[in-house]
């Protein structure tokens, strides 16, 4: 099993997108703004569901970690760290999803 996490993509994510780097995919998405990263951002997240729904468990994989690159991207340039993500997470831990639709449907 991988020990790799996404906080430590965030960082090579961060480091890469401020390196002005002329090689760097990264640094080349980072500047080109909010619009192009999160096109590459949607672009992704669609090979993902025809990888899921294709049945290809190697696609699925590739394109998931595609997938979860460039939505650090999109963050990075929106300047919302991982963290402020994964407390939304781990705040939601404490209830259900069907839990918080109903709650929602009631309001
Ligand atoms: N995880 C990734 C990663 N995943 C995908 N990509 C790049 O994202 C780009 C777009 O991916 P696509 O599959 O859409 O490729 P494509 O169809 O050729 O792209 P388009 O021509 O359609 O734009 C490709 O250049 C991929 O190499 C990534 N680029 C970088 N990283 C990470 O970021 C680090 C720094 O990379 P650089 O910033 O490039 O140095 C790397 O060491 C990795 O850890």
Redesign the pocket.
């Known amino acids: 099993m991988s020990e790799f996490t996404l906080a430590d993509?965030e960082a090579?994510?961060h480091a890469?997108?401020h390196?002005g780097?002329a090689?760097?995919?990264?640094?080349?998405?980072y500047s080109s703004g909010m619009p192009r990263a999160a096109k590459?951002l949607g672009?992704?997240a669609v090979?993902t569901v025809i990888a899921a729904v294709g049945g290809d468990r190697g696609e699925l994989v590739a394109e998931s970690?595609?997938l979860?690159?460039?939505w650090l991207v999109v963050l990075t340039v929106a300047g919302v760290p991982l963290n402020e993500v994964m407390a939304e997470l781990e705040r939601r831990t404490g209830q259900s999803g069907l839990a918080e639709k109903a709650a929602r449907d009631r309001a």
């Open positions: 993509l090579i994510v890469r997108a390196s780097t090689d760097s995919w990264t640094a080349k998405l590459k672009e992704e090979e970690a595609d979860l690159y460039h």
